[in-house]
């Protein structure tokens, strides 16, 4: 097994730069990915290997890798950002998430 | 456009047996390797099982242990995942997902269908 954390809730103000934390056991060595989940809806891709974004998700949206923790940062966040975000890397061709943080924008 | 719908979901009594699909469309299916991920309400999403395209490769979660299995008919575009043993905690929205081998990540989720096991 291989465990990720994310912190639960993050909160931040429209326009201000919202940054979302998942740390792992040497995770440095993974490949990391950020998925945003709408209340309803399913996931969806907004990060890949750290910090490629597929066609479609905005510039604002960036990730980032330093001592073990993954970072998904967001600038100038909207309150259209405002949902789950999960992270997800692989371990043994396991695939694993973190427990999922809420992005509050207010 | 890519489509992954799930169906078979339904209310099963603990320790009972079901059968869940998902047809794919808008891709190259054959090619894919397909991932089920579930999600009990209102909680974080939990990886279930991987199969590669030829459907010889299969992976599972630890907390499995045994009690599913993943298949795929590349004929009918389909994925599959037959669950056995049905525990109260194996309710959840079941998720069909492509992986985008090459990049390490899954790329397309289906709406999920719905599994409930209680008596």
């Known amino acids: 097994s291989y465990d990720l954390t994310q912190p639960p809730s993050v909160s931040v103000s429209p326009g201000q730069t919202a940054t979302i934390t998942c740390s792992g056991d040497?995770?440095?060595?993974?490949?990391v990915a950020w998925y945003l989940q709408k209340p309803g809806q399913s996931p969806a891709l907004v990060i890949y290997?750290?910090?490629k974004r597929p066609s479609g998700i905005p510039e604002r949206f960036s990730g980032s890798m330093s001592d073990n923790t993954a970072t998904l940062t967001i600038r100038e966040t909207q309150p259209m950002d405002e949902a789950h975000y999960h992270c997800?890397?692989?371990?043994?061709?396991?695939?694993?998430f973190g427990g999922g943080t809420r992005l509050t924008v207010l | 456009e890519v489509q992954l719908v799930e169906s078979g979901g339904d209310l099963v009594q603990p320790g009972g047996s079901l059968k869940i699909s998902c047809t794919a469309a808008?891709?190259?299916?054959?090619?894919?390797?397909m991932h089920w991920v579930r999600q009990a309400p209102g909680k974080g999403l939990i990886w279930v099982a991987r199969?590669?395209?030829?459907?010889?490769?299969?992976t599972f979660a630890d907390w499995v242990n045994g009690r599913f299995t993943i298949s795929r008919d590349n004929a009918k575009n389909s994925l599959y995942l037959h669950m056995s043993s049905l525990r109260v905690e194996d309710t959840a929205l079941y998720y069909c997902?492509?992986?985008?081998?090459?990049?390490?990540?899954?790329?397309?989720w289906g709406q999920g269908t719905l599994v409930t096991v209680s008596s």
């Open positions: 290997e750290r910090s």
């Open positions: 997902a492509r992986e985008e081998t090459a990049d390490w990540c899954i790329g397309d």
């Open positions: 040497n995770l440095e060595a993974k490949f």
């Open positions: 808008g891709f190259n299916f054959v090619n894919s390797w």
């Open positions: 997800q890397t692989w371990d043994d061709s396991k695939v694993f």
């Open positions: 199969i590669n395209s030829e459907g010889t490769f299969t």
